[in-house]
């Protein structure tokens, strides 16, 4: 079966959920965009290649935290209110910010500092998503948070097989749209969809950051 997104309408919220799609899991994917201004005039987001050798994919930054749940039989709505009511109150749970901005400066080799984050304008989504390995179905809270301030990267430093900067110019965005692809690499489907809405893009870069 596939992947279940979960819609925020009251129809969809109501429908029972197929017992075999029921979660044994939970996992908070944080994505953290970083849109910024490079020398005045380069504007783009920062992507990772986290492991080349095993998923050799462009991703906004992330970090997840996961854990096994006794999810019960029941609808779309009560999963949604178990994770608000049972989930987001650990502790684990409400440090992971935290922790995704320390591992977020220690890639970018920064040692001293701190950024600064607030959410942005991509919605949070819900899904069931089924893993073949495992065998089992996982209820993912993906949320979209964007930096307001981070200390100076030298991105020259960096390795550009982790880390790189995809220009938001118009020739590099079609060519991304049309091949799903940057420096041959493919691009994660969250990332094309926010390229492709246009209203999104320009409310990310209206607030980039300037980096010298």
């Known amino acids: ?19 075999e799609c ?12 970083l849109c910024a201004v490079i ?13 080349p050798e095993k998923w050799n994919q462009w991703y906004p930054y992330f970090s997840s935290v996961n854990d096994m749940y006794s999810f019960e039989d029941v609808t779309y709505g009560d999963i949604v209110n178990t994770f608000k009511k049972d989930i987001l109150p650990r502790a684990d749970v409400q440090a992971r910010v ?11 080799g920064i040692s001293d500092g701190h950024i600064s984050i607030s959410p942005s304008p991509v919605v949070p989504e819900m899904w069931l998503k ?25 991105f020259e430093m960096l390795d550009s097989s982790v880390v790189d900067f995809l220009p938001l110019t118009d020739d590099v965005v079609d060519k991304v749209l049309e091949t799903g692809q940057y420096r041959g690499i493919d691009v994660v489907d969250n990332t094309l969809d926010i390229i492709k809405n246009k209203d999104i893009l320009n409310k990310l870069i209206s607030s980039a950051i300037i980096l010298s």
């Open 22 to 33: 029921v979660p044994k899991r939970f996992a908070i994917a944080t994505n953290i965009f």
């Open 130 to 154: 089924y893993s073949k390995t495992q065998n089992i179905w996982t209820f993912y809270y993906m949320e979209f948070l964007k930096v307001d301030y981070l200390p100076k990267v030298d």
């Open 39 to 51: 020398n005045e005039d380069r504007k783009g987001f920062l992507l990772f290649n986290y492991e």
């Open 98 to 108: 935290d922790k995704a901005e320390k591992a977020f400066l220690k890639l970018l």
């Open 1 to 19: 079966m596939a992947n279940i997104k979960i819609l925020q309408t009251p129809d969809f919220l109501a429908t029972s959920i197929p017992a």
